[in-house]
């Protein structure tokens, strides 16, 4: 207790009487009631110093508090934003996968049609063309015999003409002019000919156009299913995001915990 009287002196400059001063000057209990004074004075200072230390660790503790709860806040709101990027991937993810299920089933099916139809057409048109071709050049080899038969006619007839009109200049008149007009008419019905024969070669070049066609047909149908190739690069990726916000989010939750237990 004098312990506490003599730091109380010491902070506020002030020099209290001893024993022996305040015995000479006053009474035992005059001494005694100065000195439980006394007591009471270093009492109230120490428990005022101890008030504002606790206040000090009060507002100390309080500033924590505030910030972990603003830690709390904001990793509660980083979980949210986690959550819902997370479902947002989710839903992609899930539209991704139904899209290459759906085009898995249209590869299937059309990798399924485009045999079948493959083989009907390699069927068909190898069945149409070889008989168009066939028949073509059947048509072509008896138009061609029947273009020599009526050129050597043509030049037979002109043959006849020639000696005819070598032997009576002036005669036969009549039949020189229905030769010319036979000749004439073998011309034209020539050249008609002619005409249908390239006629029928055009339609042997349009029927190979066309075996060209349906090879490129099937081509084309048998590339297209590989657009699923892209789908399933999305897929992968989205995949990957969401893994990444999966860890992320668990993060979040951990360092969560720990402020909770803090607090």
Known sequence: MHHCIDEYQHTNDFVLPTSSQMSARASPAVVIEKLRGQDMLCLAVISDAHLRKMEDLLS???????????????????KNKLLVENSDLTHQVEELENRISQLNRTKLLLASQTGDLKKQLDEESKTTAVGNLANLKLECKLLKEQLEEELECKSELETDIETQHRQHPLENEKAYKEAEEAVEATQIKCNNLEKTKQRLQGEIEDVCMDLEKIADLSEQLMDAGKSTLEFQKSKTKSEIEKEEMQVAYEEAEAALEVSRELV
């Open 60 to 78: 100390e503790a309080n500033d924590k508090n505030e910030d972990l709860h603003k830690l709390d806040t904001d990793q509660n709101n980083s």
